[in-house]
């Protein structure tokens, strides 16, 4: 009860005092009643008539002194007795005596019978059942006319329906504003009444939903009255729970709202504010600082209440909701109707949600191993989210621009019919994962992209698809072949005939090729023969840090990867004769090519987590979810639909790019470890250079004189490879890729407990 109640008063009716009435007096002192006595009815009704007593205890022993009944007759009598609990005190009868009836008493207006007991916790027990019972229901039922008194004198119209909407009460105020009399009102439903058409078409909608889930709903509405104006007002409904935990009634409250009312800016604050954001506004209040909304709005005259209030508006009055910003009030609504440990958790979801940086794992430990400190600070970090203060070193013309595009020592053409047979050999092995691209760089004397080109995009109907001829595509090969550095100890064209390779071994698997169109599969295979073009052999961050053009071109910000995208596209328009696209329409050439930038794009590895996360959320859980839940383990229409989805094709288009980027440590232990020593010499070099020039070194442990290759490389699979392969190969169903990784990985881990021990002191003699 939300009335705060007085001490209860108790009245004691004893004509004389004995172990009874004393039993009475010290019960009430121990339940903190208070008591009065009376010795005669007279005295009674007057003591009565004065305090107006909650319970009222009647001696009924003894009827040579008064009456019971008549004294009771008397009390009830009275006005204030209407609330008032009468307790008859009657004799205790033999035990062979029948109990007498207690119809009589209840004709007189007692409330209850008690046989006497002068134990004083018996008068105890008696008058707080009592007070728990009776007196709790009637205090009730005054505080209940109490409030309606409230609501008949209030200024605000004031209208109660039940569950089904059906009005039950509307105050004069109400009356007053919509021009109705109550008597037109109650017992009709909301929907039998005219509405007002200024409303937007979804507003009712939207204040069911709201409400009849057991939240506030507030906001402007149009009220049409009877006389079929409509008026503005501000609406604030709550649903009332009762009985049964449910959803009884629903209490609106109405003002008129007015642009010009002085008030309204406060309105205003309250009623741009949609349902959710306001339950969240009072739910953060209730476990912060114990201030809920109506008080907050109520605190006016503070500055900043009102700011935060307003601020808030501004925000809402945005017609366009970022979904960002629907998964923040969807949670917000669930902490609503959430145990206090729940909505905790959930608030700690909402400061993880509204940083940017949702991908990224924080790294927690960093100085614990500097082989994966070094990786992922020089592997995941570009010129903006790496470079801090003085470590940013702007050193002009550092970076050479070598000449890229040198063709001419590509002077002998090949079609795939003047293959050397010896090559064209070793080609027929490409469709398996243990390929040797070491072998064919050697044939085909660094020149692997051009052979191996012709063949996989040959076998996947590239040319029939883009409508070119294969001299068009041997051309295109050329060029792009061209531009990789020959130079770079693994940034050449091995790589990116590497990364083809894997591209079109994993487009060949059944999930994949089930999941993708064949455009999709064009685009992959460009996007594998362009990924690294004119890869300069340094990362980004050494990129940024010697303020090289290029970074200063694409503002530190996916260096490389922009420029590998950019330039592939330039090379390829830039003569009809390599012009892979020129004979697709407009519509396929955009499509195309959006889906080669963003693949290419997705190679860089400052977003590795994101574009992993994704992928493990958007498509192995929900096709994981699937699987469980059918009988049926084989694959079904349910995962058939989240693999072709729009989204997912893209998500499933960056993880094969990223795999078939980084697949060495997945390759046989020969060509794993050949790569290993590639990427390592180039880390070298750059190392050297950054010593050279006075950079900062973006990755120290790569030193030539110091460095431990087995545990980089450990340190590369446990970080970037080992969650990103379980991932593909939960999809995509590489056991053999798997078995590779982790054969590399003992090997790997062996060589480095080798070299730990032979470092090692030898054990005292
Ligand atoms: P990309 O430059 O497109 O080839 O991106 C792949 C990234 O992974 C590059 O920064 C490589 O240097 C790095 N990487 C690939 N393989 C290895 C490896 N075995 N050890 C360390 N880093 C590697
Ligand atoms: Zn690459």
Redo the contacts with the bound molecule.
């Keep these: 009860m939300r009335l705060t109640q007085e001490p209860i008063q108790v009245l004691l009716v004893f004509a004389k005092e004995d172990s009874q009435s004393d039993a009475f007096w010290w019960a009430c002192d121990r339940a903190g009643f208070r008591c009065n006595i009376a010795r005669t009815p007279e005295s009674a009704v007057e003591c009565f008539l004065d305090k107006h007593h909650e319970i009222v205890v009647i001696d009924g022993r003894h009827s040579r002194y008064f009456e019971p009944e008549a004294v009771c007759r008397l009390i009830r009598a009275t006005k204030p007795s209407e609330n008032t609990v009468l307790l008859a005190v009657v004799p205790q009868k033999p035990p062979d005596q029948e109990e007498p009836s207690v119809l009589p008493l209840l004709c007189a207006g007692f409330s209850r019978r008690y046989v006497e007991n002068s134990s004083v916790s018996a008068c105890y027990n008696e008058l707080i059942q009592i007070e728990h019972g009776e007196v709790r229901c009637q205090f009730k039922l005054r505080a209940c006319n109490s409030v309606f008194t409230a609501l008949e004198h209030c200024q605000e119209a004031v209208e109660i329906t039940s569950e089904d909407h059906v009005i039950q009460y509307v105050n004069p105020a109400f009356e007053r504003m919509m021009g109705y009399h109550k008597g037109e009102l109650i017992g009709k439903e909301l929907t039998e009444l005219p509405k007002s058409d200024k409303n937007r078409a979804d507003l009712l909608d939207t204040i069911n939903t709201c409400i009849k889930k057991g939240k506030e709903w507030q906001g402007i509405y149009y009220a049409r009255k009877k006389s079929g104006d409509s008026i503005q007002q501000h609406v604030k409904i709550t649903p009332v729970i009762g009985q049964g935990g449910k959803i009884r009634h629903f209490v609106a409250i109405k003002r008129p709202h007015s642009d010009n009312n002085k008030q309204v800016s406060q309105c205003e604050l309250t009623v741009l504010t949609p349902p959710t954001e306001c339950h969240s506004l009072r739910h953060r209040d209730r476990r912060k600082d114990s201030v809920d909304a109506r008080s907050l709005s109520s605190r006016g005259s503070d500055g900043k209440t009102n700011r935060r209030y307003s601020s808030v508006a501004r925000i809402h009055s945005m017609t366009i909701e970022a979904p960002i910003t629907k998964v923040i009030n969807i949670i917000n609504a669930a902490q609503e109707s959430s145990p206090v440990t729940v909505a905790e958790a959930l608030d700690r979801v909402l400061e993880i949600l509204r940083t940017t940086e949702l991908y990224s794992p924080q790294l927690a430990s960093k100085e614990d191993d500097p082989h994966t400190n070094d ?1 992922v600070g020089g ?1 995941m970090s570009d010129g903006l989210r790496r470079l801090s203060g003085n470590e940013y070193v702007f050193s002009k013309s550092t970076f050479q621009r070598t000449s890229y595009y040198i063709t001419d020592h590509l002077a002998i053409p090949v079609t795939l019919n003047d293959v050397p047979p010896s090559i064209a050999e070793m080609l027929d092995d490409e469709e398996r994962w243990e390929f040797n691209i070491l072998e064919l760089e050697a044939a085909t004397h660094k020149r692997p992209l051009t052979y191996l080109g012709l063949k996989i995009f040959t076998g996947f109907g590239v040319c029939e698809f883009l409508s070119c001829s294969e001299a068009t595509l041997r051309s295109w090969l050329q060029v792009i072949e061209g531009s990789y550095h020959a130079s770079n100890s ?2 050449n064209s091995t ?1 990116a005939a590497d990364v083809l390779h894997a591209t079109a071994y994993f487009l060949r698997k059944e999930r994949v090729k089930s999941s993708l169109d064949q455009l999709d599969e064009v685009a992959a295979l460009i996007a594998a023969t362009v ?2 073009v004119d ?1 300069p052999g340094r ?1 980004n961050s050494f990129l940024c840090n010697a303020g090289s053009e290029l970074a200063i071109l694409y503002n530190d910000t996916a260096v490389l990867e922009s420029h590998h995208a950019a330039l592939a596209f330039q090379l390829t328009v830039r003569d009809s004769k390599s012009n892979i696209f020129k004979n697709i329409d407009r519509n396929q050439f955009r499509t195309l090519r959006q889906a080669i930038i963003d693949m290419v794009l997705a ?1 860089e ?1 400052t977003r590795h987590f994101e574009h992993v996360n994704k992928f493990v959320n958007s498509i192995n859980k929900p096709m994981a979810a699937i699987e469980e839940s059918s009988s049926n383990s084989s694959d079904c229409e349910g995962q058939a639909n989240i693999r072709n989805s729009p989204e997912n094709r893209l998500l499933i288009k960056r993880m094969m790019i990223k795999c078939a ?2 697949a ?2 997945c390759r046989p232990l020969e060509l794993c470890i050949e ?2 020593g590639r ?1 390592s010499e180039e880390y070298f070099a750059q190392t050297d250079e950054e010593k050279r020039q006075g950079l900062p070194v973006v990755m120290p442990v790569f030193d030539r004189n110091t460095c431990s290759v087995p545990k ?2 450990i340190s ?1 699979i446990d970080y970037f490879i080992t969650d990103m392969f379980d991932a593909w190969d939960a999809f995509a169903s590489l056991p053999g890729l798997m078995e590779h990784l982790s054969e590399n990985y003992k090997y790997w881990k062996n060589l480095d407990e080798m070299k730990c021990k032979s470092l090692r002191p030898p054990p005292p003699p």
């Design positions: 990786l592997l693994y940034h790589h990924h690294d890869h990362t190679t590895m980027d980084v060495n440590p790569w290993a990427i980089s490389q590369f």
